[in-house]
T-cell receptor, first 112, second 115 residues
Framework: EAQVTQNPRYLITVTGKKLTVTCSQN?????MSWYRQDPGLGLRQIYY???????DKGDVPEGYKVSRKEKRNFPLILESPSPNQTSLYFC???????????FGPGTRLTVL | AQKVTQAQTEISVVEKEDVTLDCVYE???????LFWYKQPPSGELVFLIR??????QNEISGRYSWNFQKSTSSFNFTITASQVVDSAVYFC????????????FGTGTRLLVSP
């Protein structure tokens, strides 16, 4: 089954404790992105990747890091999480820059 | 700059009513793509439709239909004979043909369908 998976699905952590949210797709897509969803703001792009070792900032990259060492994986790293990063996070992948993006199930993160 | 506006924050209807969700977009590009996604209460994002800027033909898929009008920069979504299972947040989104994977979302419209 073609899918995008994210782990964990739910995470509660404390300020400053480094965490990684994993994202993996099995569709051999070149493009992958991370978004955060906040009430009243819709979804905003954090980072995206056009291929292995190629990443770029989206609209809200502050406080986040990403890496793309393998085509299928695109982890999101919060090195020092803060309460304003409490949000619902989605990973997405697509076969081209403008093709349909397929989303993972989401990760609900709470930073205390 | 790209922008998507969904002015309706929340809409409540009774089952079997027709409902239209509005989407207005802004872009300077002549080539762009428009999308609708559904987010049910379970939280996942479900792809509904993708439309490119050169195809203004309206589309119908079962009870769903989409009206794309470049003259008014709108891409409205209509659900005919709504059902309780249609209750969800619906997002309209825009992507320009820049070579970058950038999808700009509206703020979403929450649709509540009551029995």
């Amino acid at each position: 089954e073609a899918q995008v998976t994210q782990n964990p699905r739910y995470l509660i952590t404390v300020t400053g404790k480094k965490l990684t949210v994993t994202c993996s797709q099995n569709m051999n897509h070149e493009y992958m992105s991370w978004y955060r969803q906040d009430p009243g703001l819709g979804l905003r792009q954090i980072y995206y990747s056009m291929n292995v070792e190629v990443t770029d900032k989206g609209d809200v990259p502050e406080g986040y890091k990403v890496s793309r060492k393998e085509k299928r994986n695109f982890p999101l790293i919060l090195e020092s999480p803060s309460p304003n990063q409490t949000s619902l996070y989605f990973c997405a992948s697509s076969s081209s820059a403008t093709d349909t993006q397929y989303f993972g199930p989401g990760t609900r993160l709470t930073v205390l | 700059a790209q922008k998507v506006t969904q002015a309706q924050t929340e809409i409540s209807v009774v089952e079997k009513e027709d409902v239209t969700l509005d989407c207005v977009y802004e872009t300077r590009d002549t080539t762009y793509y428009l999308f609708w996604y559904k987010q049910p209460p379970s939280g996942e994002l479900v792809f509904l439709i993708r439309r490119n800027s050169f195809d203004e033909q309206n589309e119908i898929s079962g009870r769903y239909s989409w009206n794309f009008q470049k003259s008014t920069s709108s891409f409205n979504f209509t659900i005919t004979a709504s059902q309780v299972v249609d209750s969800a947040v619906y997002f309209c989104a825009l992507s320009e043909a820049t070579g970058f994977q950038k999808l700009v979302f509206g703020t979403g419209t929450r649709l509540l369908v009551s029995p």
